[in-house]
């Protein structure tokens, strides 16, 4: 029975009890009746303080099952909820042109020695052809660079000559000019001068034009220079890459189709697929007859590592924090308890959080991952679990119900006991000093209580140095409640 519930539900009775004596009194009937107070026998326990939240039991790690081939399903082993093992087979692709290519294959590889001479002769004719394909690549990128050059050297030779020409044309200009307008004016000397500006404009154009080309010939030189260079580069390592092919023809022959009966051998085995973890087939992404449009066949939730997702109030997040231990119980396990722990909180306000099993938004607020520990095996993905997360717990204390204490205006603690035998029990104040505040229950630190004292849990009905009645009912439930019935 829970025993917050029991007191707090014992205590409102016990008010209720209290106004109807009241009432009576007030009736005129006798007022000598006492009224019974509830109460509460100390003994050392375990206190707690929590906070209840709720979720749904889901896997921590979803794998992904995946394959590169893109041969036909076979066969489909499982469906969407099967559970399955590591190691367990859950697909099947089918093989038959893989294993006729690895059967063909082997039956040739008998044929070592004929097959090495073909391959050595393909390689001989590899290597002439690259010394050959040299040749003629270096002759060509020669014959560009020669080409270049020339063109490069008639670009400069024009260039001087237009150069030459202008300052030709410059100075008879300033002859003509000088001859001009010299002691006397002479207009023909003047037509001659026009004339003369006139050609070495045109020539000082043409050079200009000429000493803005020089670049690009020398740019078409160097271009022509490192293709010659990328040509041998590159004929070389044909060069090279045919002499390493003759060199390891002793060595590589047979290895590199036993490389080759390898890789169909891995092939064929991949057409079974198998489980690389535990736990529930929760997407299936082919079907038999078919051939896969991803990469991606299906999806395994992992069950070896479950966990709950739970909502936390506004008030209550600040006081969850990774590592809080965890009691959790579902309906399907009754009162069973499964211990977990607080694994992440996630501090940040959300709109809506989605279920991992169906995919549906609900509610918002912030959230936290209760990891379970690994004797949760009776636990399946999708059950709906209550959590408790303890904020706070001492072992083996003094504790009294909350509603026993009283406190004065200086802030006095004190709590009413019941002395004597039963039938003759008189109210005691005693002094006390509380230290943690669980759920229902106050730890007492002082030394002033002890097992066994009987505590008056509605001091309000009882003072000091006067006789007090206790309820059978109550002492009854508690001898009930602690023999676990």
Same mark, same amino acid.
């Given at each position: 029975?829970?025993?917050?519930?029991?007191?707090?539900?014992?205590?409102?009775?016990?008010?209720?009890?209290?106004?109807?004596?009241?009432?009576?009194?007030?009736?005129?009937?006798?007022?000598?009746?006492?009224?019974?107070?509830?109460?509460?026998?100390?003994?050392? /326990?375990?206190?707690?303080?929590?906070?209840? !939240?709720?979720?749904?039991?889901?896997?921590?790690?979803?794998?992904?099952?995946?394959?590169?081939?893109?041969?036909?399903?076979?066969?489909?082993?499982?469906?969407?909820?099967?559970?399955?093992?590591?190691?367990?087979?859950?697909?099947?692709? *089918?093989?038959?042109?893989?294993?006729?290519?690895?059967?063909?294959?082997?039956?040739?590889?008998?044929?070592?020695?004929?097959?090495?001479?073909?391959?050595?002769?393909?390689?001989?004719?590899?290597?002439?052809?690259?010394?050959?394909?040299?040749?003629?690549?270096?002759?060509?990128?020669?014959?560009?660079?020669?080409?270049?050059?020339?063109?490069?050297?008639?670009?400069?030779?024009?260039?001087?000559?237009?150069?030459?020409?202008? *300052?030709?044309?410059?100075?008879?200009?300033?002859?003509?000019?000088?001859?001009?307008?010299?002691?006397?004016?002479?207009?023909?000397?003047?037509?001659?001068?026009?004339?003369?500006?006139?050609?070495?404009?045109?020539?000082?154009?043409?050079?200009?034009?000429?000493?803005?080309?020089?670049?690009?010939?020398?740019?078409?030189?160097? @271009?022509?220079?490192?293709?010659?260079?990328?040509?041998?580069?590159?004929?070389?390592?044909?060069?090279?890459?045919?002499?390493?092919?003759?060199?390891?023809?002793?060595?590589?022959?047979?290895?590199?189709?036993?490389?080759?009966?390898?890789?169909?051998?891995?092939?064929?085995?991949?057409?079974?697929?198998?489980?690389?973890?535990?736990?529930?087939?929760?997407?299936?992404?082919?079907?038999?007859?078919?051939?896969?449009?991803?990469?991606?066949?299906?999806?395994?939730?992992?069950?070896? /590592?479950?966990?709950?997702?739970?909502?936390?109030?506004?008030? *209550?997040?600040?006081? !969850?924090?990774?590592?809080?231990?965890?009691?959790?119980?579902?309906?399907?396990?009754?009162?069973?308890?499964?211990?977990?722990?607080?694994?992440?909180?996630?501090?940040?306000?959300?709109?809506?959080?989605?279920?991992?099993?169906?995919?549906?938004?609900?509610?918002?607020?912030?959230?936290?991952?209760?990891?379970?520990?690994?004797?949760?095996?009776?636990?399946?993905?999708?059950?709906?679990?209550?959590?408790?997360?303890?904020?706070?717990?001492?072992? @083996?204390?003094?504790?009294?119900?909350? @509603?026993?204490?009283?406190?004065?205006?200086?802030?006095?603690?004190?709590?009413?006991?019941?002395?004597?035998?039963?039938?003759?029990?008189?109210?005691?104040?005693?002094?006390?000093?509380?230290?943690?505040?669980?759920?229902?229950?106050?730890?007492?630190?002082? *030394?002033?209580?002890?097992?066994?004292?009987?505590?008056?849990?509605?001091?309000?009905? !009882?003072?000091?140095?006067?006789?007090?009645?206790?309820?059978?009912?109550?002492?009854?439930?508690?001898?009930?409640?602690?023999?676990?019935?």
């Amino acid at each position: 029975m829970n025993k917050n519930l029991f007191f707090k539900t014992f205590a409102a009775l016990s008010l209720s009890a209290a106004m109807l004596a009241g009432a009576v009194s007030c009736a005129g009937l006798p007022t000598e009746i006492a009224e019974a107070a509830s109460s509460y026998t100390i003994e050392r /326990q375990d206190i707690e303080n929590y906070i209840s !939240v709720s979720g749904n039991v889901e896997g921590t790690n979803i794998v992904k099952v995946t394959s590169d081939l893109n041969n036909k399903v076979k066969e489909l082993k499982v469906e969407v909820g099967s559970s399955v093992k590591e190691g367990d087979v859950l697909c099947i692709f *089918d093989s038959t042109e893989l294993q006729n290519e690895y059967d063909t294959l082997k039956a040739s590889f008998d044929k070592t020695g004929e097959k090495q001479q073909s391959l050595h002769d393909i390689n001989q004719r590899t290597l002439n052809n690259a010394y050959s394909d040299k040749e003629d690549a270096v002759a060509q990128a020669q014959r560009a660079i020669d080409n270049a050059v020339s063109a490069r050297d008639n670009a400069y030779s024009k260039y001087n000559s237009l150069g030459q020409k202008k *300052d030709e044309l410059y100075n008879q200009y300033i002859n003509y000019y000088n001859a001009a307008y010299g002691d006397e004016y002479n207009e023909v000397a003047e037509r001659q001068s026009e004339a003369a500006y006139a050609q070495y404009t045109q020539a000082e154009s043409e050079y200009s034009a000429m000493g803005e080309q020089l670049a690009t010939y020398d740019n078409a030189v160097q @271009d022509a220079r490192d293709a010659y260079n990328r040509a041998v580069k590159s004929a070389d390592q044909a060069i090279q890459a045919a002499k390493d092919s003759i060199n390891a023809e002793k060595f590589d022959s047979d290895i590199s189709t036993q490389n080759q009966l390898d890789k169909l051998k891995e092939k064929i085995d991949k057409c079974t697929v198998k489980a690389t973890t535990s736990g529930i087939v929760t997407s299936i992404d082919v079907a038999e007859g078919s051939f896969p449009s991803a990469s991606s066949i299906m999806t395994i939730e992992d069950t070896s /590592q479950l966990r709950i997702k739970v909502t936390v109030n506004e008030s *209550d997040i600040l006081n !969850v924090h990774e590592g809080q231990k965890a009691v959790i119980t579902t309906t399907a396990t009754g009162d069973k308890e499964f211990i977990g722990s607080v694994d992440r909180v996630v501090n940040i306000f959300s709109g809506q959080l989605k279920d991992a099993i169906t995919g549906e938004a609900s509610g918002g607020g912030y959230s936290a991952e209760i990891k379970l520990d690994a004797n949760s095996s009776e636990l399946l993905i999708g059950m709906s679990a209550k959590v408790k997360i303890i904020l706070d717990e001492k072992p @083996d204390v003094i504790a009294v119900p909350y @509603d026993a204490i009283m406190e004065d205006d200086n802030g006095k603690q004190s709590v009413f006991i019941a002395e004597g035998s039963e039938g003759a029990y008189t109210a005691k104040k005693v002094d006390v000093e509380t230290g943690m505040e669980a759920n229902y229950y106050t730890e007492i630190t002082s *030394d002033s209580l002890k097992e066994g004292d009987i505590v008056i849990t509605t001091p309000n009905l !009882v003072k000091e140095g006067e006789p007090v009645t206790l309820e059978d009912s109550y002492l009854d439930a508690k001898n009930t409640e602690a023999n676990g019935d």
